[in-house]
């Protein structure tokens, strides 16, 4: 059996291209119907693994003005002919969709004016590929007495289906039920979306330029010895990370190196007895000339921000191998940024917010898709954007999303470790865009095992990279 591929994520309009391209298809509402047969399915699905049985429930469907309440009122047809009792609140009276209402209401569906007390679960159909904004006040009035799970059609109506910007107010779902293909909202609000579930409807969307690794993704792309490895071939990494102000960056940067690949790992600067102390495996030396080969490097963590730190900068920069710059390199870098423009070799940034602004000018703000390609194309470098999503885009606006699922690594020092990771990957050879994606990936899955339900600091974060990397392998 196949493993699940690489889930990709379209934007609006890409979605409607493929629609159209079916012709009589979406003409004739076989769309529709095939939509709402699916989403009536996964309500039904809910209704049965919360309460043991479809017949006798009650649901209740919030309606705005256009297809988005299509899809809705015709699930509530099939929902009501399964013995569901189904009502429907119509924000907007006037323009429900008129097919749509009337097979609702000939299979007995009842038009009401507020949720009633009975409703064991609302299905969000206001608005979906066509939303912008917040809820408008009809909707949010509905929603602000609901207190029963939300079954959103398409997207929860308030959030950007193109941006996943969550707007305020905007509906937060269990279960958003989707058609044809994912919308690029499902990866960046996945707290909004809750689980997501994709309706075919015999559509092909094509060309998606957000996507997320899988896990088998991840575990396959890992770096591992072989027979014929040596420590050479599977990637030296160099980290110039920490000072004698900052020698745990040094430290955190190495271990996720360490503990990411079984290359090998060089350290460069001030910290380097005490990163010996902690990893003997390490090889270390005082400066860049003594350094010798490596196959990528990391920079920045810990690394101060004077002229010194600028100098060794731009020698790295100026080397022909793999470097990603994080910390004090993307302060640094921010009064330099002819630095990685002028660059023509694979680079990769993995700033915070407040670093992101630096370099940027602006924040992030809340269209953080729209941010951190617009920085990847001005620097012309792959810009890794933490959070608890962690957007990784390239110069060309391709881009991979994490969802990390925990915040458990929103800690001091849990940069550096991510650093050292992603810096081993790209040692291995692994792009900037997949190093980053597949690091963040182990980095947030090392947090939550780390963690297993209590607070954890960076060190123990890097200790646990190794078993997340053997826990993505089980991954069958
Ligand atoms: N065209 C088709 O055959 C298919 C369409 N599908 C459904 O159709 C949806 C798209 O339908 P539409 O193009 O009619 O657009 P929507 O239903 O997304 O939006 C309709 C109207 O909602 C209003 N609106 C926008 N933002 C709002 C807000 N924040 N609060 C309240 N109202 C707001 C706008 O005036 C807009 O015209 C998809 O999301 C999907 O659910 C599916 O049935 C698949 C097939
Ligand atoms: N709320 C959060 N949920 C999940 N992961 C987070 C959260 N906040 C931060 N992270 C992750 O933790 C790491 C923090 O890095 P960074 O801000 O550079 O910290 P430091 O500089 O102290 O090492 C990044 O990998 C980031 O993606
Ligand atoms: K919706």
């Given at each position: 059996m196949g493993h699940p591929p690489i889930k990709r994520y379209f934007a609006a309009e890409q979605i409607r291209v493929a629609e159209e391209a079916t012709g009589r298809l979406l003409a004739d509402g076989v769309l529709m119907r095939r939509a709402a047969s699916g989403l009536a399915g996964a309500v039904a699905a809910e209704l049965r693994s919360r309460h043991g049985a479809v017949y006798g429930r009650a649901v209740t469907l919030v309606i705005g003005?256009?297809?988005?309440?299509?899809?809705?009122?015709?699930?509530?047809?099939?929902?009501?002919?399964?013995?569901?009792?189904?009502?429907?609140?119509?924000?907007?009276?006037?323009?429900?969709?008129?097919?749509?209402?009337a097979a609702f209401r000939s299979a007995g569906g009842r038009v009401v004016d507020g949720v009633p007390d009975t409703a064991e679960l609302v299905v969000d159909g206001v608005v979906g590929l066509r939303g912008t904004g917040p809820l408008r006040e009809a909707a949010a009035a509905v929603f602000a007495q609901v207190r029963v799970p939300v079954v959103a059609v398409d997207v929860p109506s308030g959030v950007d289906a193109d941006t996943g910007?969550?707007?305020?107010?905007?509906?937060?779902?269990?279960?958003?039920?989707?058609?044809?293909?994912?919308?690029?909202?499902?990866?960046?609000?996945?707290?909004?979306?809750?689980?997501?579930?994709?309706v075919d409807i015999g559509i092909d969307a094509d060309g998606a330029r957000v996507e997320m690794?899988?896990?088998?993704?991840?575990?396959?792309?890992?770096?591992?010895?072989?027979?014929?490895?040596?420590?050479?071939?599977?990637?030296?990494?160099?980290?110039?990370?920490?000072?004698?102000?900052?020698?745990?960056?040094?430290?955190?940067?190495?271990?996720?190196?360490?503990?990411?690949?079984?290359?090998?790992?060089?350290?460069?600067?001030?910290?380097?007895?005490?990163?010996?102390?902690?990893?003997?495996?390490?090889?270390?030396?005082?400066d860049l000339d003594g350094a010798g080969r490596v196959q990528a490097w990391v920079v920045g963590p810990g690394a101060g921000t004077d002229d010194a730190a600028l100098e060794l900068l731009r020698r790295v920069l100026a080397t022909d191998v793999p470097v990603l710059v994080d910390a004090d390199g993307l302060t640094v870098l921010a009064h330099h940024p002819e630095l990685v423009v002028e660059r023509h070799h694979p680079t990769l940034l993995t700033p915070h917010d407040g670093e992101f602004e630096r370099l940027a000018g602006r924040s992030p703000g809340h269209d953080r898709l729209s941010a951190v390609r617009g920085l990847a194309s001005a620097l012309g470098a792959t810009v890794l954007l933490k959070g608890k999503v962690t957007l990784v885009a390239d110069p060309g606006g391709e881009v991979l999303v994490n969802d990390a699922g925990n915040s458990w690594a929103a800690t001091a020092g849990a940069g550096d470790v991510l650093s050292g990771i992603?810096?081993?990957?790209?040692?291995?050879g692994l792009s900037p865009r997949v190093a980053g994606a597949a690091a963040a990936r182990v980095h947030a899955l090392a947090a939550d095992l780390a963690a297993d339900g209590a607070p954890i600091g960076a060190s123990e974060l890097a200790r646990a990279v190794r078993p997340a990397v053997r826990s993505l392998r089980a991954v069958r």
């Open positions: 003005s256009g297809d988005n309440g299509g899809d809705a009122l015709f699930a509530g047809a099939v929902l009501r002919r399964r013995g569901v009792a189904v009502s429907a609140v119509l924000t907007a009276p006037d323009r429900a969709h008129a097919a749509g209402l910007v969550v707007h305020d107010p905007s509906v937060r779902a269990e279960i958003t039920v989707t058609f044809g293909a994912r919308r690029i909202a499902h990866a960046l609000a996945p707290a909004a979306c809750g689980r997501v579930e994709v690794l899988s896990d088998r993704d991840v575990a396959e792309g890992w770096p591992l010895p072989g027979p014929a490895s040596t420590k050479y071939t599977q990637g030296v990494v160099g980290v110039i990370a920490g000072s004698d102000r900052y020698p745990g960056a040094g430290i955190l940067c190495s271990a996720g190196a360490v503990a990411a690949t079984s290359g090998m790992v060089r350290y460069v600067g001030s910290a380097a007895a005490t990163v010996v102390d902690h990893f003997p495996e390490v090889v270390v030396a005082p992603a810096g081993a990957l790209l040692a291995a």
